[in-house]
């Protein structure tokens, strides 16, 4: 059975604004084995990009803050490190793609400069031999003529070549966890399917382990071993991607799914989208956050927060629909 390389126990990452405190990461666990891809899906707001941040420290204080849980990377505690700590673990063992590279790249310098900058600062490289590295990744990432490219700024690459840039400036220090934020959005369909391969590709040359945070389960269906489902700050399903798709238990689990495009679907039923809104998360509801949009709502529901537990073996949840079943 692989090594867990990544644990995150009961996370929370709270905001104090002026409106009252924003509860971003309310109580997240999660575990991430070696070599393989975790899956962190939801809506927008959900809580998924905080709880990436939060791994990497990377949370404007003020006004976000830790204020619980543990984040154990090999074995280790992050939460204990300090500052100058956490900045020598950030590049060289948990590297993160955003999902914006246009904003990500500085429009003013070429790619070779940027590229080469995170090599020498993280590898102790010369300059000649961080550049010789730099067309090495860019090469490996399916970047033509990678040489002739280093002089080219941002502007002059397609969308998918800028991500291919920023995986390559990721993998460039071989990273233990590559931390991906919906790397495919900006991207059309063709690109997608090219950047999704190339990751997996990567995955197994350089044995990373990969968070994919996404809200589309069709890059999850395509390359995840695992899925936390995540709502209002909160994880409400886990489970490994063929029992998710196969047996989802949670309600929103449900939603997910039955807005899904399937391409067997001969009668061409109407998706079925989940109807309102999020919760403020300022203001939560007393019970279940997911209640007032769920069809299978009980009284419990709306009264009592459901317990996030083992259902099945490997399969957690949190929904009173399972209140009565145990482990199996």
């Given at each position: 059975m692989a090594e867990t390389l990544l644990a995150v126990e009961d996370l929370k990452t709270y905001f104090y604004t002026e409106a009252g405190v924003v509860k971003a990461v309310d109580g997240v666990s999660f575990t991430l084995k070696k070599g393989e891809t975790l899956g962190v899906v939801g809506e927008s707001g959900s809580g998924k990009s905080i709880t990436a941040m939060s791994i990497l420290q990377l949370i404007a204080s003020p006004?976000?803050?830790?204020?619980?849980?543990?984040?154990?990377?090999?074995?280790?505690?992050?939460?204990?490190?300090?500052?100058e700590e956490i900045r020598k673990i950030r590049g060289n063992e948990i590297a993160m793609i955003f999902q914006d590279p246009m904003t990500s790249l500085n429009p003013v310098l070429t790619i070779g400069e940027q590229l080469i900058e995170v090599i020498i600062l993280h590898q102790k490289l010369d300059k000649k031999s961080a550049a010789k590295k730099a067309?090495?990744?860019?090469?490996?990432?399916?970047?033509?003529?990678?040489?002739?490219?280093?002089?080219?700024?941002?502007?002059?690459?397609?969308?998918?070549?800028?991500?291919?840039?920023?995986?390559?400036?990721?993998?460039?220090?071989?990273?233990?966890?590559?931390i991906a934020d919906e790397p495919t959005t900006a991207l059309d369909v063709t690109i997608q399917a090219q950047i999704l391969k190339l990751m997996n590709d990567l995955k197994e040359r350089f044995h990373t382990s990969i968070m994919m945070i996404t809200h589309d389960l069709g890059v999850v269906a395509e390359i995840c071993d695992d899925v936390v489902v995540m709502y209002?700050?909160?994880?409400?399903?886990?489970?490994?991607?063929?029992?998710?798709?196969?047996?989802?238990?949670?309600?929103?689990?449900?939603?997910?799914?039955?807005?899904?495009?399937?391409?067997?679907?001969?009668?061409?039923?109407?998706?079925?989208?989940?109807?309102?809104?999020?919760?403020?998360?300022?203001?939560?509801?007393?019970?279940?956050?997911?209640?007032?949009?769920?069809?299978?709502?009980?009284?419990?529901?709306?009264?009592?927060?459901?317990?996030?537990?083992?259902?099945?073996?490997?399969h957690l949840v949190a929904c009173h629909l399972y209140l009565n079943m145990g482990e199996q």
């Open positions: 006004p976000g803050r830790i204020v619980g849980g543990k984040i154990i990377f090999n074995g280790e505690n992050l939460l204990d490190k300090s500052p067309v090495e990744m860019l090469s490996l990432v399916g970047i033509p003529e990678a040489e002739k490219r280093l002089k080219a700024y941002p502007h002059q690459f397609s969308g998918g070549m800028r991500q291919r840039a920023m995986i390559a400036m990721a993998l460039s220090c071989n990273p233990k966890l590559l209002a700050g909160r994880p409400v399903e886990y489970a490994d991607v063929n029992t998710l798709f196969e047996s989802p238990l949670h309600p929103y689990t449900w939603g997910l799914l039955a807005s899904l495009p399937r391409i067997d679907d001969r009668e061409k039923k109407r998706l079925e989208p989940i109807e309102g809104l999020p919760p403020d998360l300022v203001n939560m509801p007393p019970g279940c956050p997911f209640a007032p949009r769920c069809k299978k709502a009980m009284e419990i529901c709306r009264v009592q927060r459901p317990e996030y537990r083992e259902i099945k073996k490997g």
